[in-house]
């Protein structure tokens, strides 16, 4: 057992959209990051990340109308009309 090494897997849920014309296709991945950190001079870094996709797919899917109790919620964007440019 090393004090400066830490291994560490996370699970995420993948969802990316693709625009195409009036086309919108929507995939959803289920992934882990395995990693190993390391602690450098005080600071722990990711020394090492390998990125496995347990299981994945595509859906042609329709246009988020902004309905339904997700409505309050503040839409992102891809571009400077983002919030995180409100700072």
Not at 6 to 17: D, F, G, K, L, R
Not at 32 to 52: P, S
């Amino acid at each position: 057992m090393h004090a400066d090494v830490a291994h560490v897997e996370t699970y995420a849920i993948v969802v990316q959209e693709k625009h195409a014309g009036e086309d919108i296709r929507q995939l959803i991945a289920h992934s882990r990051y395995i990693d190993r950190f390391e602690k450098r001079d005080g600071d722990w870094r990711t020394a090492h990340r390998v990125v496995v996709t347990d299981s994945a797919r595509t859906d042609a899917v329709a246009p988020w109308q902004g309905t339904s109790p997700i409505s309050s919620l503040t839409r992102g964007t891809r571009d400077h009309t983002d919030p995180v440019f409100r700072r």
